[in-house]
């Protein structure tokens, strides 16, 4: 009989983009080619990643680093609001910016992204059929990966908000049968120079 096995979820967002996020910078490709150096000794199984141009070129830099690695394009990997919150589930202190920010958003862009993060959660998380554990790579945007580590934290649902996550960093979370998810790894730059990390973060975190 056929069990479950533990999946390794290997998270990141893409590279730096230019100001119109047509493309990645020189920086953002330097980027994505150091982490694929990095990766080079984990058995991916697929590099899933989202459709707009930073994220899939993120991943085929990452990818040519790589042997044999197959790319997968997902709109599930894509860049949108994972969940809006009412004013009510919010912390009082912060509650007026966090709603001016997601004022951004359209109510069809919110729903649309509920549809989204559920099929993200199917597609992307929980153990694996089988007797082998699974390890896929996932080249997203700030949003998804905010959700995803909050999800893994059994953490508020408005709480993907605030988590932030620097271009080309690795994030892993474990999915283990019989498990709570663990987050094994979060927001690692080791792999970038001082000079590529923090990029995406506003210049107060800047470290």
Do not use: K
Request: aromatic share 8%; charged share 25%; hydrophobic share 40%.
């Amino acid at each position: 009989m056929t069990g479950t096995a533990a999946r390794y979820l290997y998270l990141t967002r893409h590279g730096e983009a230019t100001a119109d996020e047509s493309e990645l910078t020189e920086a953002g490709r330097r980027q994505a080619v150091l982490l694929g150096e990095r990766l080079r000794g984990v058995p991916l199984s697929a590099v899933h990643h989202g459709p707009l141009p930073r994220a899939e070129q993120t991943a085929r830099l990452v990818g040519e680093q790589l042997d044999g690695v197959p790319l997968r394009r997902s709109e599930e990997a894509g860049d949108y609001v994972p969940y809006r919150p009412s004013r009510d589930e919010l912390p009082p202190e912060a509650a007026d910016m966090l709603v001016g920010f997601l004022d951004q958003f359209t109510d069809e862009d919110c729903e649309r992204g509920a549809a989204l993060t559920a099929a993200a959660v199917a597609r992307f998380t929980g153990p694996v059929a089988g007797d082998e554990p699974r390890h896929e790579l996932l080249v997203t945007h700030n949003f998804l990966v905010g959700w995803l580590v909050r999800a893994a934290l059994d953490a508020p649902r408005w709480r993907w908000l605030g988590i932030n996550h620097a271009n080309a960093a690795l994030t892993v979370i474990r999915y283990a049968p019989g498990r709570a998810p663990a987050v094994l790894v979060f927001n690692d730059m080791s792999h970038l120079p001082a000079e590529l990390r923090w990029t995406g973060f506003p210049p107060e975190l800047h470290v």
